[in-house]
Antibody, heavy 113, light 107 residues
Framework: QVQLKETGPGLVQPTQTLSITCTVSGFSLTSYYMQWVRQTPGKGLEWMGFIRSGGSTEYNSEFKSRLSISRDTSKNQVFLKMNSLKTEDTGVYYC???????WGQGVMVTVSS | DIQMTQSPSSLPASLGDRVTITCRASQDIGNYLRWFQQKPGKSPRLMIYGATNLAAGVPSRFSGSRSGSDYSLTINSLESEDMAIYYCLQHNEYPYTFGAGTKLELK
């Protein structure tokens, strides 16, 4: 059964780094791209980037300078790290499988001091 | 970046109605257009891919079409479970971009 689940800190201070883990089951990360999408009150749904089945990445230039996507295939985990957080980064962060046919439940992140 | 202009932003409708939501792409995106449904507190759900293809498990009252740079999602015979926000997504060119959403609600 295909499942995706995001876990993250919930609350992050401005200027700090956000780290979110997407743990998957029922398929292999070496066979599928993994997407990251976020939903914020200010900008709605935004595509952030993806990591290909081969491990290379593509980022939205909006985030490129502060975003990193990586993975550990042995643990079936994909990681999102974004630094220099601002209050506008508050929102729900989702991982999704390659063609967006499967999504995690999302993790709410609040950026606040 | 490719802009996806989605309309209307809000769509009051009655059960049994036929409704249409449209996204206009600012540049050519071919058929690299998907539609998603999102209910409160839930993740988006893929409804249509390739502009016109029904995703697995999606009721046949949903359909997608294209006319030039205009992409439409049509729901025939609206049911209460269809009340949600609908988004389009272009994935032809980086960065992929979503429409702003259409909130479908009961009149």
């Amino acid at each position: 059964q295909v499942q995706l689940k995001e876990t993250g800190p919930g609350l992050v201070q401005p200027t700090q780094t956000l780290s979110i883990t997407c743990t998957v089951s029922g398929f292999s990360l070496t066979s599928y791209y993994m997407q990251w999408v976020r939903q914020t009150p200010g900008k709605g749904l935004e595509w952030m980037g993806f990591i290909r089945s081969g491990g290379s990445t593509e980022y939205n230039s909006e985030f490129k300078s502060r975003l990193s996507i990586s993975r550990d295939t042995s643990k079936n985990q994909v990681f999102l790290k974004m630094n220099s957080l601002k209050t506008e980064d508050t929102g729900v962060y989702y991982c999704a499988r390659e063609n967006w046919e499967r999504w995690g439940q999302g993790v709410m992140v609040t950026v606040s001091s | 970046d490719i802009q996806m202009t989605q309309s209307p932003s809000s769509l009051p409708a009655s059960l049994g109605d036929r409704v249409t939501i449209t996204c206009r792409a600012s540049q050519d995106i071919g058929n690299y257009l998907r539609w998603f449904q999102q209910k409160p507190g839930k993740s988006p759900r893929l409804m249509i891919y390739g502009a016109t293809n029904l995703a697995a498990g999606v009721p046949s009252r949903f359909s997608g079409s294209r006319s030039g740079s205009d992409y439409s999602l049509t729901i025939n015979s609206l049911e209460s479970e269809d009340m949600a926000i609908y988004y389009c997504l272009q994935h032809n060119e980086y960065p992929y971009t979503f429409g702003a959403g259409t909130k479908l609600e009961l009149k």
